[in-house]
């Protein structure tokens, strides 16, 4: 609804990951308190696939991180919700607007909680596409040699890219083990699955860990499922009312 009514925004990657965020935040797996953005104990997410933000503003705003009438101003000049996301929107850690930044900045939160003695983890989420930047493999590679057990990297393996087909999942599980990764595959959207696997989480491997999410862009959606022309496309009348109906939503 919040695209559509902006005519702007990244629809296909936000139904590719959403199941992802469903599970982290309602599936006892994040922690966090509710209304309190700032906790300093809660745990760190990063979305640094920064164009598919837009996903997580209904989550913050259903646990209280804002009022849910900011979902109507989204992308306006005056509102608080931009369609990429910058620190002043409670909740956001990072600004993500470039591709493969944001490991970078996960590692070195992870790094200082760390040498701080404090103990919450720190979550990034990044495209598979986005692994094509070197800066991810810089980061890896760090965080691998530090041995930063705080550090969880998700990767959203939608298998499009919209320069082409990203890197192939056996390199790219190849890629994360050779850094010193705990790497574990895991169906995107299948929340018994999800859980099963971020359950890991709690198990000490000493290692830091990386789960490669096999999702579908667009997921739900028919006409929008693993078609590269969506990644930024928004849907017209008749399409919102396929949409609507393809995901059990009130026209």
């Known amino acids: ?21 469903v599970a982290l935040y309602y599936g006892d797996v994040l922690n966090y308190t509710p209304g309190y953005p700032n906790d300093s104990k809660r745990d760190r997410i990063i979305i640094s696939k920064g164009h598919a933000t837009a996903a997580l503003y209904p989550i913050f705003a259903d646990i209280g991180y804002f ?3 900011e979902l109507d101003h989204y992308g306006e000049v005056d509102g608080l919700l931009g369609v990429f996301a910058n620190t002043k929107i409670p909740g956001i850690e990072a600004v993500s607007d470039s591709l493969g930044h944001g490991l970078g900045i996960g590692t070195g939160m992870a790094l200082a909680a760390k040498r701080n003695n404090e103990n919450h983890r720190v979550f990034v989420i990044l495209g598979d596409a986005e692994c094509n930047e070197g800066s991810i493999w810089e980061s890896a ?7 930063l057990d705080n550090l969880i990297v998700i990767v959203d393996n939608n298998r499009l890219g919209i320069l082409g087909q990203p890197i192939g999942l056996q390199e790219l599980n190849e890629r994360w083990r050779s850094c010193g990764w705990y790497c574990a595959e895991v169906l ?30 667009g997921k739900g959606v028919s006409f929008m499922e693993g078609k590269a022309e969506w990644h930024n496309k928004i849907p017209d009348e008749k399409q919102q009312r396929q949409g609507r109906a393809d995901l059990g939503l009130s026209q």
């Open 188 to 217: 995107g959207h299948s929340f018994s699955d999800l859980l099963r696997v971020f359950y890991l989480i709690e198990k000490s491997v000493a290692k830091p860990l990386v789960f490669i999410a096999n999702t579908t862009k």
């Open 67 to 69: 009022p849910i009438e």
């Open 1 to 21: 609804e919040m695209t559509m009514k902006l005519q702007r925004g990244h629809l296909a990657s936000c139904y590719s990951y959403i199941d992802i965020l």
């Open 141 to 147: 590679a760090f965080a691998g040699d530090y041995n």
